[in-house]
């Protein structure tokens, strides 16, 4: 399954590589957190992502081998468009996401639509998930915003605050982001999170921790 994932996401990088991006990126976390639920600790992963723009909508995939005690792979595909409401940028999209676990846990597929607002203050993003395999369904809320340091040239802060509703659990997820550009195509970053759910399912339980993560992203 791993090497199908990536197989398909080269042939979509090939088929669109004169259109758009292509981006490889190595993560190690000491917590991963991902829709307010905790997965991996301690892990080394690396993620192979394309945006591409195609008749007016942005197009996207990934697929992502992840490393601890047990090895997952995940891959991802979506769409969006930009409308105007107004006075307002909008950005819709919808999402599909695949996770492959080796281990106790199940395989999973989820869906997702909402989009995000850009605002003079940040992105407010508002999202609707639903998760086939847990039949868990909610609401995730986001605010983010991306700040350039006028004092050293090529790093930006990236504050974000997520709050999830969803049937099993609450979650709560809040970090600031670094990001130092190397190059044009070079990117380091190091991360600082805080993280909190109230699921009853040990395996995914986060109790107010706070976690870091670090990595490089390439872009071709």
Do not use: C
Request: proline share 1%; hydrophobic share 40%.
């Amino acid at each position: 399954m791993k090497t199908l994932l990536f197989s398909l996401l080269t042939m979509l990088g090939v088929t669109f590589s004169n259109a758009g991006d292509i981006y490889l990126d190595f993560t190690a976390e000491e917590q991963q957190f991902y829709r307010g639920l905790g997965r991996a600790k301690d892990a080394f992963s690396t993620t192979l992502s394309t945006e591409q723009t195609l008749g007016g909508f942005g197009l996207n995939a990934h697929a992502s081998l992840v490393a601890d005690s047990e090895s997952e792979s995940h891959f991802g595909v979506g769409a969006s468009r930009r409308l105007k409401l107004g006075s307002l940028d909008l950005l819709a999209d919808a999402q599909f996401r695949y996770h492959q676990f080796e281990g106790s846990l199940p395989t999973s597929q989820e869906v997702g639509v909402g989009g995000f607002v850009a605002t003079s203050f940040a992105d407010v993003g508002v999202h609707f998930w639903s998760d086939l395999e847990y039949d868990w369904e909610g609401i995730e809320v986001t605010i983010k915003r991306d700040l350039p340091v006028a004092s050293i040239k090529n790093l930006t802060l990236s504050p974000f605050v997520t709050r999830s509703w969803f049937d099993a659990y609450d979650s709560l997820h809040a970090g600031v982001k670094a990001t130092y550009a190397l190059k044009d195509n070079t990117d380091v970053f190091v991360q600082g999170a805080y993280g909190d759910n109230d699921i009853d399912i040990a395996t995914f339980a986060v109790d107010e921790e706070i976690f870091w993560s670090a990595g490089l992203t390439v872009k071709f």
